[in-house]
């Protein structure tokens, strides 16, 4: 489903969480031996929608009003709820064991 959220966007006040920089993370991760390289399938629709906010996401088709209940591709600031999340959940292990990157 692709759903155009330009006026929700405009609309959004933006997420200033900060996202990493891929040179930093290389050079974090230079003297390492071993790689595992780890992909978050899906990973935004994992993230449950604030019950709140559901209703933003509203969209029509022929068959019905839909709006999603988890978090879409698509909202400006999906990418920074994500890191957020992955920093939160791996917060003792970053910078350790472990780097996170979302492209």
């Not at 390289?37 to 022929?62: A, W």
Request: hydrophobic fraction near 40%.
């Amino acid at each position: 489903m692709c759903v155009d959220y330009r006026d929700l966007n405009r609309a959004s006040p933006k997420d200033d969480f900060p996202l990493p920089h891929i040179d930093v993370l290389v050079d974090n991760t230079a003297q390492s031996s071993v790689f595992s390289f780890m992909d978050g399938f899906s990973g935004y629709n994992q993230i449950k929608m604030h019950p709140e906010d559901m209703e933003k996401t509203t969209f029509i088709t022929p068959w019905g009003t839909f709006c999603y209940k988890v978090m879409p591709f698509g909202l400006k600031n999906a990418g920074a709820t994500y890191q957020r999340a992955m920093v939160t959940l791996f917060h003792d292990m970053i910078h350790k064991e472990i780097e996170v990157y979302v492209d």
